[in-house]
């Protein structure tokens, strides 16, 4: 079977993980309930919870066992694009060719639906430690790590700078690498590690687990900007040129740049692995496909 | 030494803990860190931290060794009335005498100060499961109720139902519980229990804590919308007449009815602690400032 076609089962599997891991439809209140899955549910390429079950299987790990964890880090992620889409942000009016959340459900449902789903991952994460069997520490890392890329040193932190200096012609490479290693890399660097803090890993597996991610989420999201700059709305199912005005490493270094750096983000991440005694063939594949990919 | 001298004394050490568990001024990005602090340090009668110390004193634990899960709870509190106030749910100019975080920083750096200081706070008691050497299934279940009562089935749902229901004529008695309970009662519950859940205490002892804690919860609150619709700017140093036309105990059964509904609720307070094998003096006493307090 193909790495594509693996890809797709994956996702597959991981649609339906996401759906049986979120409250039910119905629950009370029923509004917060429907907004809550409608934004979890859109679709994505859920390049999150397919890493996250890559690395477990890496580890040795069965990933259902990681089932929770894995939803948890991609409704982290969903919550995030809620905020984003928001009037007092980037007020965007479509993702993925439905109306933003804000615009479906109401302003104050949309923020207060994100904040659930944010809950909610963290009640999962505190769940899947009870049933791995977690000790006290293994728990406390994960969770500290997972609050900590999501807040002010993290995805609100990049997302604060993005705003600030979003459209700006000055931003600096440091800028830009702030920003794209906040906003994306911080729940990337969670999503390789987390599974295995909860299994006990040791220090130099996390490590090289959070080099590796790292690398890979950068690269994700420069070949996201590349895209955006040159393919069509048809290929991407989304609209483009969404970041003109926006500083990227397409609009610092030009599109030859931002490959080149992406393709050295690759190298640099299947070298962190080197360490890792275990077949590390899936992982090195992974990261591939996130340069590779034409959507 | 008297009650009202004690509580004074407790709120001097509290202001000072809830600075010192803060990131420090000028952390980047530091218009984040400064929203932050405004919102967390800026007043407030810190009754959710004296609850929390009070009851660490009752089970025999020196509160400082509970200190960041203290502040963790009013971090959470801050956290919320940071996202009522927003335009978009109660728009609310003015807090303790100031402008909002939104008015001061805008809307986006409001939101995004809100996600950060709610992620702080479960970092905090990350850390502090550490520090007091709790188990993983202790941890799991403080992080998990933690969670639970912020989520769609704790204060968000209860903000949900309130703005989805305010200023509504037909509210019922069954609707104001469910929003009071939510919206009050569930952080009061974890502020009660969670300093007992990671220090391993059982389930018996949770139990009756959680039960105290929810009726003086309620209590306080109830003691509020009085306090709102009797009381005047000066002696309560907030504007008043907040809640005309929201649906209250005072809107539904009148001052008189109120007030004996928080006795009531006092007295059950105090008989949930009875099955505790410990001196519960001092939470009796904190129960009964709940409904005599004037401000």
Not at 26 to 47: C, D, M, N, T, W
Not at 55 to 79: I, M, N, Q, W
Not at 128 to 151: C, K, P, Q
Not at 229 to 249: C, H, I, M, N, Y
Request: hydrophobic share 40%; with cysteine.
């Amino acid at each position: 079977m193909d790495f594509a076609h693996m890809l797709e089962e994956e996702r597959a599997v991981i649609e339906r993980m996401l759906d049986a891991c979120l409250p039910p439809e119905g629950e009370f209140p029923p509004v917060i309930h429907e907004a809550i899955r409608y934004s979890a549910l859109g679709g994505g390429k859920r390049i999150r919870p397919i890493l996250a079950r890559a690395t477990a299987r890496t580890l040795g790990h069965d990933p259902e066992r990681l089932a929770k964890t894995a939803c948890a880090v991609e409704y982290v992620h969903s919550s995030s694009l809620v905020l984003d889409d928001l009037p007092s942000m980037d007020n965007a009016e479509t993702r993925r060719g439905r109306p933003t959340v804000h615009r479906a459900f109401g302003v104050a449902t949309a923020i207060l639906s994100a904040d659930a789903l944010l809950m909610h991952a963290f009640r999962l994460v505190a769940e899947n430690g009870i049933e791995v069997g977690a000790d006290g520490r293994s728990l406390a890392t994960a969770i500290s790590e997972l609050a900590t890329a999501v807040g002010s040193y993290g995805m609100v932190g990049g997302q604060h700078v993005d705003l600030e200096t979003g459209g700006l012609p000055g931003a600096t490479v440091e800028t830009v690498e702030y920003i794209q290693s906040k906003k994306t890399g911080s729940l990337f660097v969670v999503t390789g590690t987390i599974g295995a803090t909860l299994m006990g890993a040791s220090e130099e597996t996390r490590g090289a687990l959070a080099a590796y991610a790292r690398n890979v989420g950068l690269a994700y999201q420069i070949v996201d900007d590349i895209l955006d700059a040159e393919s069509d709305t048809t290929t991407l199912g989304k609209d483009v040129r969404q970041d003109a005005g926006k500083p990227t490493f397409v609009t610092l270094r030009g599109v030859g740049g931002a490959r080149s750096l992406a393709a050295q983000l690759v190298e640099d991440a299947r070298s962190a692995l080197g360490t890792l005694d275990v077949d590390t063939t899936a992982l090195e594949a992974l990261a591939g496909y996130c340069v590779d990919r034409v959507c």
